[in-house]
């Protein structure tokens, strides 16, 4: 089923749900295609030099590669791409399953598999032109073999494999990764009789490469976006710093009822392990399966460790539980897989909330929003690819555009084909781009689009009045497209 959704809506254009992100992987893949390669990416949406790298652009480059030498277009690759990633976490998860049940692990792994790929969180973004499933892929992976370093055989091949993955997800996004960090802690704590003979000690030395060395490789990659980005005039105003407060949010908003009852709640625990049911396997789980105690309370306690930590990005972002909803459903197959191991007389009763689960979380995609949204049919007649299409029919490849009233949206610049300076309004000198937009561009725009509440800002209108009242508009359903006479 999940393949048939990846393959028919594949060349859906990537409008819609969170649009803004998703137009900004895209665009990043487009201009790879385009001699936009390099540490200093291009992603043309903030201006001249445009570069404002946030992430290490793995999967945008996979993407390139992919599409740009066979011709394809951008939009089905990217999901597709998406979609390859989210079925190759399958691959790290079999591995976690033998390490932590041996002979049982058959009945985790396809108890996990029904109720992951079920999960209407990953049935829609799952096959979005994103990087969450690819960073989830590298993270996967990296606690796989972090926990062969921990509770394995301790191998060198386990510590390299830890480091490659640790740091490949670090750098994709380490937002899905860091609070895995703490497995680090675990393996510290054993190694704790070792650290005396420092590199004498081949167990010390596999501490430093897994976790140490792929830490400092992300570190390194922050710092020197940081770098970059202050290049740029948006740029200055999304370093690490700049977005501190963004990205961890406020102390108090972590037991807010806002977090946890609209969020923790209602768009995870309710829309993907079935709400009260998966409470109560899992509870069950606790209670009746001693056994699987410890692994179940950590699968709990890893997915709500990543709202304690990046708070902020899970409330306001739909897609960003994708980074942490898999630990809880690991700990629903758990509770189900244990239950059915310590009270096999039970297992009709069992088998039965686990069907109810995967039957609720499929009526719930099916019946909500996700559904609406996944089948919705995008033309050029929808205003945004009709701007799109005159801004890209009318103006020339080389020259770039200015764009107010669309925030620092991509969805403009990337079906349009054209880099631009999408001005928001954080932006301190917000209407500077009007007046010397050689300051902000490399060339002359060659349109400027008014977008939105751009389009009734007295201020705005004041500059396009006075600076550019001669050049032709045209009045399109989402914006006005002022063209640069030739």
Known sequence: MATWFAVFYASEPILGFHAFRQTQTALTSYWACRGGLGLSYWTPVGGYPWSIPFEFPIYQWIVAGIACPLGLSLDPVGRIVSYLFWIACLWPAWVICKRLFTESARLYFWTFTALFLTAPIYLFWGRSFMMETAALFFALAYLAYALEMSFGDDRWRDAILTFVFMTLAILQKSTTVLPLLLFGLVYLYQARKELQKLFRSSMVLKGLLAYGLSFLIGYAWVKYSDHVKMSNHLGAFLTSAALEWWNFGELDKRYSADLWIKVIWGRVIGQNIAGHLGVMVILAGLIFAPARRWVIATGVGLFLLFFMVFENLLYVHEYYPDSCTVYLIFA??????????????????????????????????????????????????????????????????????????????????????????AVPHFFKAYLDPLDNPEKYLDRGQSAILLCGEARSDKNVMARMQKLYSTWPKAQLEQCDVYLRKN
Do not use: C
């Not at 909330?353 to 995609?365: D, P």
């Not at 103006?395 to 200015?402: F, G, I, Q, R, Y």
């Not at 764009?403 to 991509?410: A, F, L, Q, V």
């Open 332 to 421: 629903v197959a758990v509770a189900i897989g244990g239950l059915i191991e310590a009270r096999p007389t039970f297992g009709a009763w069992i088998s039965a909330a686990f069907a109810g689960i995967v039957a609720i979380n499929l009526w719930g995609f099916f019946s909500g929003p996700l559904w609406a949204e996944e089948t919705m049919h995008y033309d050029d007649t929808y205003p945004a690819l009709a701007v799109a299409k005159f801004v890209r029919e009318h103006t020339s490849a080389d020259d770039p555009v200015l764009i107010y009233g669309d925030d620092w949206s991509s969805e403009f610049p990337y079906y349009a084909q054209r880099k631009a300076f």
